[in-house]
């Protein structure tokens, strides 16, 4: 690919990803969930992830929580690392918690994490896709 091209593509992937329209996503029955994100939280809300679904915060324009664009399961389970996340969960706004792989996914992979999330007051609110 030329230079001219790449620097094209870029500027068409950022307009993409600006309009976060339901064709672009990779699962386009999370684009309520997005959309309801990008309306009820704050610019500066973060969004802590559970499941693969790193497009979620980007799509919402909200930074993700936890230094991680997603926590999935089998990954990231060393305690250094969870404390790392709760380190850094501590100094930022959480502004929602989205999980993709079942409401105990946090409790049964890092019990910390899922304690750190009760702790602050997230409601669990089952949301159905199709």
């Known amino acids: 690919m030329s230079p001219g091209a790449l620097a094209g593509r870029a500027v068409q992937v950022t307009e993409r990803l600006r309009h976060a329209s339901p064709e672009i996503q990779p699962r386009p029955m999370l684009a309520p969930v997005i959309d309801y994100l990008a309306r009820c939280t704050s610019p500066v809300d973060r969004i802590l992830v559970g499941g693969f679904g790193p497009e979620i915060a980007v799509l919402a324009h909200r930074p993700?929580?936890?230094?991680?664009?997603?926590?999935?399961?089998?990954?990231?389970?060393?305690?250094?690392?969870?404390?790392?996340?709760?380190?850094?969960?501590?100094?930022?706004?959480?502004?929602?918690?989205?999980?993709?792989?079942?409401?105990?996914?946090?409790?049964?992979?890092?019990?910390?994490?899922?304690?750190?999330?009760?702790?602050h007051g997230f409601e669990e609110h089952a949301v159905e896709i199709d």
């Open 64 to 119: 993700f929580a936890s230094g991680l664009a997603a926590w999935i399961p089998g990954y990231y389970e060393d305690p250094r690392d969870v404390a790392r996340a709760i380190a850094r969960l501590n100094r930022e706004r959480v502004g929602a918690v989205v999980v993709l792989d079942g409401p105990q996914m946090f409790a049964r992979a890092w019990p910390d994490i899922d304690q750190w999330i009760r702790a």
